[in-house]
């Protein structure tokens, strides 16, 4: 599209931005025009400054989040400065990443109000106006429900709806995909995609899951590292240029593919999208790359396999559970894990998974079946007793984490367990070596990352020694280059002899670090197969609110006769090339 | 980042608006299922009430009166049925004195010493004090009518508890608080 | 544990609008603060249980609420006679001596009779409250508390109290599981001490968390507008119809004659003693 002829609605002018209490600025010298109408991609790791750039859009720098702004930045000709937040809100509708603090209604008829309510519009006018947002966004049978009624995604959804309904001419997304799966993630692509085609209106999103944000068309891409933007390109540009990899991005997994088979990619070859791409000039080479692989890799796969003799660690028979009578959430699971396997345990949002890892460690009591350990029933073990064999780390670290410095946090179990003080220091120092938490056992944890928090969550489990560890989405919010450390680290506790469950959404993850998953559904196991086969079956992908990979588009495009053959020859290739076959 | 650097002159800013609605939410919560068996008879360690001092002493008197406040009326109507005004009352102005500390007590800028534990101490010990020594146990006797001694006594074993309960659990959490929020200087990493 | 809960039915009381429930419920309250005389807390309780009735609520799920009201209960009245065995002997000026026990504790028709009236007083607010608590939309309940002049930031503070008290309650419970399964014992087998470092253990979480919900929330908040006028608009409010004014003028009639007789007698007690009975 041409510019030129274009407003520029936004407009960043040698534009700085130092919050109070940070020593350096998180955004230096920028330069940025958006024009009306656009589409723009803001990309970028986390700790880039990308969200930043998103608070002095919307006022919530300086005035949620204090700091010094220098140089300009005018939002339809008027300096942000001149604006309270209020009258940026006029101008600018955020949706922000966290469906359940952004959703404060405690129905969705009052969440789609509460910007009509605060503005004192009518009601006669307000119940008028929320109807068809409501309706607009499909959501009309659910007014009346409670937000805990509802998944993240309709959470999400329902919040554009409100923002949408205020009438405002640009929409700034701060990172739409974080909290949601992959399923609900490309449902929401798809909403912003639709208004943006519908309404015209001008649109920021702010990511770092590439893939997933390209599932729609994007003007442009903006890259942002170190606080400073070091791209702004096309899609198509971008994807065949270094920078994303410097910028520590993760490409596009059919991108990821065709360079394993040995194709070079160039932006004539348009490979933003997919379902558009020209794949002519790689079609024989992606075939010829599956079928020479094919006969060794599926030898390497099945070697995982190889320990079926092994007796089961764990065994699930016929468990049935329910928070309240009548409404089980368990009808009848039963499954077996075997040491050193990686399980990943997948499934829609109140599918049970998080649910069977709490009967698991006894957190609650299952009403039906049995759980053995060691071929031993623990039906009647205590919390702390199971805790001894199986660990279970929450999603959320601020949810574990008591004390104040790195060492104490991970001492915790073993002080409560009466262990002396030598036995509690030398496990201590093994869990923080194993963690590469060793260089800062004596930080305080508000000094450490996401990331890093995780990890001391991990290591405080560890530290009580215990052979299988269920991980409750250790990768969620994390971006590209957090991921691979997390998941490097959690292969290396498998060296160490750990069975490790992974309750997931990430495909990613499911494809590139597990020997088998199980799909939960309707309070049952419906599936219990190799990763490779649950990702190739569009109906167990749909059960499991996954997204089907871009690696079943792509060999379906490129005319490959066995697409699972080609994923496998990917995970191997994959799998060899980060040196983790073992 | 901190989020706090700005101190709000406003006692109805946002952020307090939202303070008063999560702590009250908290209070219930605590109030409900956070009484720890204390080991002596009939006696529980209020957990709540340490909360109440901390959402005070980080906010101020407004939000502590109105965590108090409503937050005891929530407990009461959602878990019990039916509220207990005499207490209510008495546990908004345990929040409204603790937050005339407010200023004096900069936990959010990770100070929290002798000089502020002590300070934190006299005042709550006036608080719980005058709620639970006269307040709740007169109110007790104007609403309910019930027996002056079996108010008064009742009114000092809850304050007597709740007193130790806010010096112990409420130091220590004002404490660990306080030390989430120090500055960090030069952070080190060690071989 | 389950909570009260709104749950949405169709009856004459659902159909009244929050506000006239609330300032209903409060002048009931306070009626039955007030008033000691028997004739009209066996009232309250009788017309309480009829507006139950009508209100076709479902009251069995929360039976358990009964035994738990019922102890505390006993336990008060146990307390009272303990502290106090001749409180209705100073009250009605009278001493019938049912039975003789040792030292003060006497059982008297006069401390009976006291005592009961502290239950009727006590009973005279459960039904109104269950009604108050199950026919009110908690999103009506914050607009109501706006239309009765709260300030509209502390009604919606009372709006975000009730929409996260569920979101709250299940991060404690997440953060206390992983507590104990590190091994950390708040229950009685714990020494006093260590159970108090380890209660720290669990409210630390729980606190710096709802911290950052507030500031998440207060965000998301600003960015949509609120705070920003002098007054806002309610989604759920509801303009007051017949019934609500016949509620109030009902109640404010029942409060009237209340406090008239009350003064007019010169005690808030209503003295069987006095009858010809005795």
Known sequence: MDNQSREPVIVFDGFSYQ?????????????????????????????????????????????????????????RGTETKELDLFRLSDRVGTVLQDPDGQFVGLTVAEDIAFRMENDAVPLPEMKERVRAAAEEAGILEHLEASPHSLSGGQKQRITVAGVISSGVGILLFDEPLANLDPDAGRKAIEQIDRIHRETGKTILIIEHRLEEALHRQVDRIIVIQEGRIVADLKPDELLTSPLLVEAGIREPLYLTALRYAGGEVEARHRPSRLDTMELGPFAERLKAWTEGRQSNDRLEIGATHERSHEPPLLELAGIGFGYEPGKPILRDVSLSIRKGERVGIVGKNGAGKSTLSKLICGFHKPTSGSIRYEGRDIGGDTIKERAQRVGFVLQNPNHMISKTLVHEEIALGLKARGIGEEETARRAQEALRVCGLAPYRNWPISALSFGQRKRVTIASVLVLQPEVLILDEPTAGQDYRHYNEMMEFIMRLREEGLTVLFITHDLHLLLEYTDRAIVLSDGGVLADAFPDDVLTDPELVREASLKETSLMGLARRAGLSDPRGFVRTFIAEDRAKRGRSR | MSLFSARNANPLSIRNTVAIGIGSALFAILGRFGSVPSGLPDTNIETTYALLALFAILYGP??????????????????????????IIASAIVGLIIGLAANRIRARDGEFGRKEIITFNVVQTAANAIAWFVVAPTLDILIYAEPSGKSYTQGLVAGASNI??????????????AKTRTKQGSLTKEA | MKMLAYAKLDSPIHRLTGAAKLLFFALWSMGAMITFDTRFLVGFIVFGLVLLKVSRVRLREYSFLLYLIGAFFLLNHVAIYLFSPLEGVKIYGTKHVLLQLPGRYDLTAEQLFYQLNIALKYLAVIPIAFLFILTTDPGEFAASLNRVKVSYKIAYAVSIALRYIPDIQRDFQNISFSAQARGVDISAKEKLGKRLRNVIGILMPLILSSIERIETISAAMELRGFGRGKRRTWYKDRPFGPGDYGALAFIAVVLAALVWLTIARGSRFYNVFESPLF
């Open chain 1, 19 to 75: 919050y109070r209490v940070q020593t350096s600025p998180s955004l230096a010298d920028i330069h940025l025009k958006i024009y009306e109408g656009e589409k723009v991609l803001i990309l970028g790791p986390s700790g880039s400054g990308k969200s930043t750039l998103a608070h002095c859009i919307n006022g919530l720098a300086p005035y949620f989040y204090p700091g010094t702004a220098t140089g300009s930045l005018t939002i």
């Open chain 2, 62 to 87: 407004l939000v502590g009166l109105l965590v108090g406040f409503i937050g005891h009326t929530l407990k009461d109507s959602i878990f019990y049925v039916s509220p207990w005004f005499s207490w």
């Open chain 2, 164 to 177: 130790v309960t806010v010096a112990v659990l409420g130091t220590l959490l004002l404490t660990a608080y």
